[in-house]
Antibody, heavy 120, light 108 residues
Framework: EVQLVESGGGLVQPGGSLRLSCAASGFTFSSYDMHWVRQATGKGLEWVSAIGTAGDTYYPGSVKGRFTISRENAKNSLYLQMNSLRAGDTAVYYC??????????????WGQGTLVTVSS | SYELTQPPSVSVSPGQTARITCSGDALPKQYAYWYQQKPGQAPVLVIYKDSERPSGIPERFSGSSSGTTVTLTISGVQAEDEADYYCQSADSSGTYEVFGGGTKLTVL
C-alpha cells in the first residue's frame, strides 16, 4: 500500500526556518517525481515545488529562492527546507507523488498534510 | 503567471448532472487533472489526462476537453459527491504546475 506521511510542521516566527519531511512507503520511491502542494485554511491548493527522479527541481515564483526541495532515495524521504518564512506561507503542506505510465502527470497519491503556522 | 479559472460554486439537486469548467490558455497543449477534496481530507484524483478515470472512481465521473476549457461532469449526483473540486495542469512549457481556484459543489 502506498503511503506518504508528512512531518515537521509547527509554529515558527516570521523570518524563521522549518524543514518538512515526507516518508514514503509501498512503492519504489526513487522512480517517481515528487511534489509539495500547500493549502491555506479555507483556500485553494497551491503548487509549491517539484523534484524529478534525476534531482531536477522546480518552484513557482512565490517561493523560489526561499524554499528548497530535496530527496534522499536511500531513506525513501522527501524534504522541503523553508527559509525566510512569511505569514502568507501559513498552510497545510502536502507531499504528493506523480503517477507513472498511464497516470503520468497526475498526483495519484497524497499524504495527509502537516500544518505550518508562521506567526509572532 | 499562468492561471486556471473555475467557477467558485456549483449547485445541483440529487440525481441531476453537475458540470464544472476549468479554463486556461495552455489547456489545448497540456493535459488536465481533476481532484475531489472533502473537508479535513487530502485531495483525491478523480480524472486524469482530461478524460480518464482512475480505478475505484465511480463511472458517474467523467471529463472532457474542448479548446481552452476542460469540464468535469458528474452524472446522477449523489449527496456524497458534495466537495471541493480542483483542476490542475501545467503551463505551456510543461515546467510549472498550477491549480484552479477550486469549485465548491453543493448537493441541494
Amino acid at each position: 500500500e502506498v503511503q506518504l506521511v508528512e512531518s515537521g510542521g509547527g509554529l515558527v516566527q516570521p523570518g524563521g526556518s522549518l524543514r518538512l519531511s515526507c516518508a514514503a512507503s509501498g512503492f519504489t520511491f526513487s522512480s517517481y517525481d515528487m511534489h509539495w502542494v500547500r493549502q491555506a485554511t479555507g483556500k485553494g491548493l497551491e503548487w509549491v515545488s517539484a523534484i524529478g527522479t534525476a534531482g531536477d527541481t522546480y518552484y513557482p515564483g512565490s517561493v523560489k529562492g526561499r524554499f528548497t526541495i530535496s530527496r534522499e532515495n536511500a531513506k525513501n524521504s522527501l524534504y522541503l527546507q523553508m527559509n525566510s518564512l512569511r505569514a502568507g506561507d501559513t498552510a497545510v503542506y502536502y507531499c504528493a507523488r506523480v503517477g507513472y505510465g498511464s497516470y503520468e502527470g497526475a498526483f495519484d497519491y497524497w499524504g495527509q498534510g502537516t500544518l505550518v503556522t508562521v506567526s509572532s | 503567471s499562468y492561471e486556471l479559472t473555475q467557477p467558485p460554486s456549483v449547485s445541483v439537486s440529487p440525481g441531476q448532472t453537475a458540470r464544472i469548467t476549468c479554463s486556461g490558455d495552455a489547456l489545448p497543449k497540456q493535459y488536465a487533472y481533476w481532484y475531489q477534496q472533502k473537508p479535513g481530507q487530502a485531495p483525491v484524483l478523480v480524472i486524469y489526462k482530461d478524460s480518464e478515470r482512475p480505478s475505484g472512481i465511480p463511472e458517474r465521473f467523467s471529463g472532457s476537453s474542448s479548446g481552452t476549457t476542460v469540464t468535469l461532469t458528474i452524472s446522477g449526483v449523489q449527496a456524497e459527491d458534495e466537495a471541493d473540486y480542483y483542476c490542475q495542469s501545467a503551463d505551456s512549457s510543461g515546467t510549472y504546475e498550477v491549480f484552479g481556484g477550486g469549485t465548491k459543489l453543493t448537493v441541494l
